[in-house]
Structures are given as structure tokens and as C-alpha cells.
């Protein structure tokens, strides 16, 4: 049995953080039986430490980065941990190995592969969406439990720090024009990915055309983030899930059976 680390949250069925959700995806998709352990974010580093799964990244100076998601594969028989890891892509790969009757992720041909892991890599930056972590960053806040809430917001604002020079997101204050300009960034970007896309639209609806990749999970991760943090509800998601003639609003719910928390 897999045991899935997600980050803890007071919306319904706790699930929103876009990482975690490539994960989560990733299991659902494969049809891999697991259960969720939720933390809180003081507790991430503690956790993973435990079960000795390595730190997302080793700060400049020199103290290591824990983030999730992260997985435990527990042979049921015997009790042994198989595997203990960290970060989407890695678990990704590590899925497909483990589990090789499960519908694959990431393509076994080299080229295509490359391919692949260069968009999930450079999803970020290739579409420019910093516009969309300053406002999602400070709409999730207010969805953390109150244990989570200063952590998550001096470590956002620091990231955050030589654009708004605070060290609380619920510092930035963002007038109307501000927040006008940023959601036409975000809609600029996911023009972008939407030219992406139009270039293998011919041979089907995902990243690479006819064939559901761990790509789709990366960018259905950051929708579903998108509609659970501003809420499905908001003006701003039912406008945002319109843009480019309604690929968004289509993409997702070809995935709708993906998206249940175990």
C-alpha cells in the first residue's frame, strides 16, 4: 500500500496544492491503490526526516528544503518499506517502474521522453506564471489550518520579497488595478500553454496529442489548484476555465475520474 503525503487544508476533501495533485493523478490514473497522510506545514520536514526520504533541495546555505508530495510503498506482506521518495517527477518515474501493468506515464521511447520531462521541468517558467503564484499564493492562506497559516505565508512572501518587500502575504495589498493587470498575465500564460497544445490538437486533447502523459497531470494540477483555492463558485474561475475556448473547462473534465482522494 502507498501512503500519499498532502498538505492539510480546511476545503472540502483537503486536496489542493498543485504538486501533490500530480501525485495524486498519477496513483488514480494507474489505478494504484493508497491512502492520504495529511500534514500540516510545520511538520513536513519532521515527517519526511523520519521515514528518511531525502529533501526536495539543499538551500544556498546549506540547510536542506522539505516539500511534498512524497510516498511511502509498504510491502503488505512483509511490513518493509520498498521505497520512501520525494518529488512528482521522481515519483512518476518510480510509479512506472514499479507498476508496469498500470497505463504508463512517461514515455519509454528516449526522444519522446526528453520531451516530457522538459515541459514538466520548465512548466513554470516556459509559460511565465508568476502572475498566477502571487494570486494564488494569496488566496490559499485563508484555506490553511491556523497551525499552517504563518508558515506558509512568511515562506511565500520571502519568495515573494523583491517584488512587495514584506515578510506576511497578508501584507500585500492589492488594488483593483493590480489585480486586473495580474489576472491578464495569468490569462496570457495560459494562452501560451494553450498554443502548446493547438500544435498536437489534430492527434487528440493532451500535452502530446492521443496520449494522456504525466505533462496533463502537471497542467491539470495547476487547474485543479486554480478552482479549489478561488472556489468553483468564484467569477474568476468561471472566467478563467472559458479562456481559449474552453479548453480548460473541457480538459478537467476529461479527468474527472481521476480526481477522487483516497
Same mark, same amino acid.
Given at each position: ?23 495524486? $493523478? ?19 520536514? *519532521?515527517?519526511?526526516?523520519?521515514? *528518511?526520504? &531525502? ?46 501493468? *498500470?497505463?504508463?506515464?512517461? &514515455? ?51 519568495? $515573494?520579497?523583491?517584488?512587495?518587500? *514584506? ?5 500585500? &495589498? ?55 483555492? $478561488? ?32
Amino acid at each position: 500500500m502507498i501512503t500519499l503525503f498532502d498538505i492539510a487544508s480546511s476545503l472540502p476533501g483537503q486536496a489542493w496544492s498543485p504538486n501533490t495533485w500530480k501525485t495524486r $493523478l498519477s496513483l488514480n490514473y494507474k489505478g494504484i491503490p493508497y491512502k492520504t497522510e495529511w500534514l500540516e506545514y510545520p511538520d513536513i520536514a *519532521t515527517v519526511l526526516q523520519k521515514h *528518511t526520504i &531525502s529533501p526536495s533541495i539543499i538551500k544556498s546555505d546549506g540547510t536542506p528544503f522539505y516539500s511534498l508530495p512524497a510516498i511511502l510503498d509498504i510491502n503488505e506482506a512483509s511490513g518493509k518499506v520498498k521505497v520512501a521518495l520525494g518529488e512528482s517527477l521522481k515519483i512518476a518515474e518510480y510509479l512506472d517502474e514499479a507498476y508496469p501493468d *498500470t497505463p504508463r506515464l512517461l &514515455s519509454q521511447k528516449p526522444e519522446a521522453l526528453e520531451e516530457e520531462r522538459a515541459f514538466t521541468q520548465g512548466f513554470f517558467s516556459s509559460f511565465g506564471l508568476m502572475a498566477f503564484k502571487i494570486v494564488l499564493n494569496i488566496a490559499t492562506t485563508p484555506h490553511l489550518h491556523e497551525v499552517s497559516q504563518e508558515h506558509y505565508s512568511r515562506a511565500r512572501a520571502r519568495d $515573494l520579497y523583491e517584488l512587495y518587500g *514584506t515578510e506576511l502575504l497578508e501584507n500585500i &495589498s492589492l488594488s483593483e488595478e493590480q489585480k486586473v493587470a495580474l489576472w491578464g498575465e495569468i490569462e496570457e500564460s495560459f494562452g501560451k500553454l494553450d498554443k502548446k497544445l493547438t500544435e498536437t490538437d489534430e492527434n487528440g486533447p493532451w500535452v502530446f496529442g492521443d496520449q494522456l502523459t504525466f505533462a496533463d497531470f502537471v497542467v491539470a494540477g495547476h487547474l485543479i489548484y486554480m478552482r479549489n483555492i $478561488l472556489g468553483e463558485g468564484s467569477d474568476d474561475w468561471k472566467k478563467g476555465k472559458k479562456w481559449n475556448g474552453g479548453r480548460w473547462e473541457r480538459f478537467l473534465q476529461a479527468l474527472q475520474d481521476y480526481q477522487g482522494i483516497s
